[in-house]
């Protein structure tokens, strides 16, 4: 072991370690240490004892509960629906061979807009004003359906109104990263499979999709972790105070436990910060471990 | 199954507006007779994978029709017309074993033709045996050599059955040995099976090494149709005679008169019956026969010993090809240090060709 080249590749990594200790390692020390320290004061930084009571506060706390559903909902439905739906856009893009730009730059578009700006946009869409009950209400009544209030209104049309946005939101990525997996697919596989007589669908299940499942699985966990870690597209819709629209979600309690109304509570939040990442993480474990036992 | 091949013509849409369709196959029109091996030979873009990908149905002609036997074809997709068709990358899918990869085109079968279970495991497995691949049945394609790829690829375009064989340049992805071996095992297969066969190759040595005839082609045209032995000794005309032969013929520009054949001043052989006028030479290189007394004086360059025979490089002023090289048995000893050597010719290895059509000039009856 040459030792003066090894000093010198810790001094070459020295920055991005330093970057690292700080604002990684640290806080997550840190976080760590607060999730444990039971009543603690913020203002004279002081604490009672070392404890699991803020993990057994959270746990009994409603909002947290109606925080874990709503993100539990929103993963369950918007992961599998935006990754099944971008996967059949993606093959109907490339199988279109006139204006496959143009569509795929319409279908990229909310990828490069603003999320407050979509939710402008939803607001149009679903917010009933003092002149519209909102361009979807407005529809709805057209065939004769009576209006909904989908922003402050009963709970199945605010979740409908969230996983539309949410699955409108992350799918513009996931189409591009499948367009190109399947751009990458050398023809000749599906000129083997058609002179073999396979059926277009079979072509599909049993050609295309194996050799872009690695894509598909990257694209599911990030899905999940995405989904997971939801929350300026809640406030897009329902503004800030989600605890009271009962759209909350875990990452959103998080944040209101250390700045919100009820803010000051570094230890619970960190609390729900860990029980989030303890959630993240056995479904990365799981995910991960179908993808290897599927390959 | 015989195939046969009735003005059969593919043009593509030129790139740009201004620009004129390229025609990958023209007016082909010739019959593969049933169960031969048969080797379309042609230099790169002359339209010989066209040709292949329009008898296997990938590509629709733009006129022209195409029988297999009886059947006409023109209309059927690639999946309806029974042929098996081997990739110049192989396609092997590769999340799938060797196994799964030669039972994928019988699970594709539906209905009556579908066969059982075991039926399937019984085909798969004399197609492996076939070509000897029985001992790789689990693996992966990435876990093979590209020899038993290509096996495994030959496997799969029979396992159904075809009526015939498709081959895209199946050697051009193997090394120089296992290519030759390869090729032997295209024949063996072939003959074992008696499928009639066409594959693609730009390399004549291949495709005169196993073929029942091959099929000279030149952008988009056939040049000539014949055994190999024919076309070689007999080209129909220059390019026919250039593309074939390693090393390839030496060419020279030349000029009849009186029946006789002069390069430069020298006159080198009797051509009766050839018309007097400028014409291009063709002589290949086993051609020329050291002769101190021989009409034909060169330059000479270098002298190559290569074992079995000696090659003689040379120059002449009526050079027409970019080097000139004679192949003599190696018995006959070169006296190094010389600078200049004579040649008499082998009046069979000699051709005269049009100076603009290339067409071949014929002379002494043959």
Not at chain 2, 140 to 159: F, M
Request: charge should be neutral; charged fraction near 20%.
């Amino acid at each position: 072991m040459d030792y003066g080249n090894n000093r010198k590749a810790w001094l070459y990594l020295l920055p991005a370690l330093a970057f690292l200790l700080v604002f990684m390692v640290y806080p997550l020390v840190d976080v760590c240490i607060y999730a444990v320290e039971e009543r603690f004061n913020f203002a004279s930084q002081t604490y009672t004892g070392i404890g699991l009571y803020n993990f057994s506060y959270v746990l009994h706390d409603p909002f947290f509960l109606q925080a874990v559903k709503n993100t539990f909902i929103l993963v369950l439905i918007t992961v599998p629906l935006s990754t099944g739906l971008a996967l059949l856009i993606s093959v109907g893009l490339s199988s279109i061979e006139r204006l496959q730009r143009l569509y795929q730059t319409v279908f990229f578009l909310p990828y490069v807009t603003n999320t407050l700006a979509v939710g402008l946009v939803f607001m149009i869409l679903f917010k009933p004003t003092e002149y519209s009950p909102g361009l979807v209400n407005t529809l709805l009544a057209a065939f004769g359906v009576s209006p909904v209030d989908f922003i402050e209104g009963p709970y199945w049309a605010k979740m409908l109104v969230m996983c539309l946005y949410t699955v409108w939101v992350v799918m513009p990525f996931k189409i591009l990263i499948l367009t190109s997996a399947l751009a990458s697919v050398n023809r000749d596989y599906y000129n083997a499979a058609r002179v073999d007589g396979s059926s277009k669908w079979r072509i599909f299940t049993r050609i295309t999709l194996p050799m872009i499942s690695p894509t598909v699985f990257y694209l599911i966990i990030t899905g999940f972790i995405g989904a997971f870690k939801a929350y300026s597209d809640e406030v897009a819709i329902f503004g800030t105070n989600l605890n009271e629209s009962g759209m909350n979600t875990i990452v959103g309690y998080v944040y209101d436990m250390l700045y919100g109304n009820s803010g000051g509570y570094p230890s619970f939040a960190s609390a729900a910060a860990l029980i989030l990442f303890m959630i993240v993480f056995t479904v990365t474990v799981i995910n991960l471990t179908v993808s290897r036992t599927s390959d | 199954m015989k195939i046969v091949l009735q003005h059969l013509t593919k043009r593509f849409p030129a790139r740009d507006k201004k620009g004129e369709d390229v025609i990958a196959v023209n007016d082909f029109d010739f019959e593969i007779p049933d169960g031969k091996l048969i080797g379309l030979l042609g230099p790169s873009g002359c339209g010989k994978s066209t040709a292949l990908n329009l008898i296997c149905g990938l590509l629709a002609p733009s006129s022209g029709r195409i029988l297999f036997g009886d059947d006409d074809v023109t209309e059927l997709p690639p999946e309806n017309r029974g042929v098996g068709l081997v990739f110049q990358n192989y396609a092997l899918y590769p999340h799938l074993t060797v196994r799964k990869n030669i039972l994928f085109p019988l699970q594709n079968l539906k209905g009556d033709e579908r066969p059982t279970k075991a039926e399937m495991e019984q085909r798969m497995l004399a197609c492996a045996r076939l070509v000897q691949i029985e001992p790789l049945l689990e693996r992966r394609p990435k876990e093979l050599s590209g020899g038993q790829q290509q096996r495994v690829a030959i496997a799969r375009a029979l396992v159904k059955r075809p009526r015939v064989l498709l081959l895209d340049e199946p050697l051009s992805n193997l090394d120089a040995r296992l290519r030759l071996q390869t090729r032997e095992e295209i024949r063996r297969i072939q003959r074992e099976t008696g499928v009639t066969t066409v594959f693609v190759t730009h390399d004549q040595e291949e495709a005169m090494s196993i073929s029942d005839l091959i099929v000279v082609m030149n952008a988009g045209v056939v040049q000539q149709i014949d055994r190999p032995q024919t076309v070689y000794d007999e080209p129909i005309n220059q390019f026919v005679a250039q593309f074939l032969g390693t090393p390839p013929i030496n060419l020279f520009s030349g000029r009849v008169r009186d029946g006789r054949l002069y390069l430069g001043e020298q006159c080198v052989l009797v051509v009766p019956g050839a018309e007097d006028g400028e014409v291009n030479v063709g002589i290949r290189p086993e051609g020329f026969v050291l002769d101190p007394e021989g009409p034909l004086g060169c330059e000479l360059l270098a002298v190559e010993v290569m074992g079995r025979d000696t090659s003689v490089v040379f120059d002449h002023g009526a050079r027409a090809s970019s080097s000139l090289r004679a192949i003599i048995p190696s018995e006959e000893r070169m006296h190094a240090g010389e600078r200049s050597v004579r040649f008499s010719l082998k009046p069979s290895k000699v051709y005269l060709f049009d100076k603009v059509s290339g067409a071949r000039i014929r002379f002494g009856g043959k």
